[in-house]
């Protein structure tokens, strides 16, 4: 087993692996794959599951941030892992998960050791952890799990698409318009089954996005660049809203940066 943190570029390339699957959870931005000739995307809350042997391409322009996990192929079958996928959908599927799943995820995989552990214990509570994420998804009629609420799956669907543009202009109407709702209605569908306003789900997920490229030492953006890429026009605003946020400027976040 192994797992790491994985940044592709915009030129599409092309592989397969014979002898492990692979498991890829968005981060941060959006993947485009085809898997033996059918298409899809990994953001947001989307995961793909490429069978061994699959011959696969991707792709990914701008920023962009993704776990892949390479399961030995006969560790997924002896432990069940193949099985419960081809339940939840097929080789290539891309599956909806809840963002917890995503973090508890990550979490777990950061205590772990990257070594191929087969039987070790390591091993089992990584397949456990996979199992716990497949199980909590949903697929029908497109709703996932968002904590412990399902959502309706208009807000999956406007979710979605705000997700994967974080550092572009959008304002209510357009959220609206992605929901086939009202504006009035969606405020209303995110304060019943989200607990905030569209704006405020939407700047928290710009402030996270930030807090992910802040924390992450490979990516070393200006100030004024990072604001922009999280949907901020004014640098100023940025800061006070993440300040707001985290208790500390943006500043101080950077690895080795110097807290005063």
Known sequence: MHYSMRQYRAEAQSHSHSDFHQIIISELGKLE????????????RQLAF??????HAYRA???NRFLVLDVNADLAHRTGLEALWHRHG???TYLE???????GLI???DGLSTADTHESTDGARLLDGLK??????RQTNGGLAYGKVD??????RTMAWAEARLGEEITITDLATIAAQSESSLFAAFQKHVGTSPMRWLTEQRLQMAMALLRDPEIRLSMSDLSNAVGFADQSAFSRAFSRRFGCAPRTIRPGAAVL
């Open 107 to 109: 979490g777990l995989l």
């Open 50 to 55: 490429v069978e061994a042997g699959k011959t």
């Open 151 to 156: 959502l309706p799956s208009r807000l999956v």
């Open 61 to 63: 322009e701008g920023l």
């Open 33 to 44: 794959m085809e898997v033996e000739g059918r298409g899809g995307e990994v953001c947001g």
């Open 90 to 92: 097929s080789a290539a």
């Open 132 to 137: 716990t994420l497949l199980l909590s998804s």
């Open 97 to 103: 998960v809840g963002l917890g799943h995503q973090r």
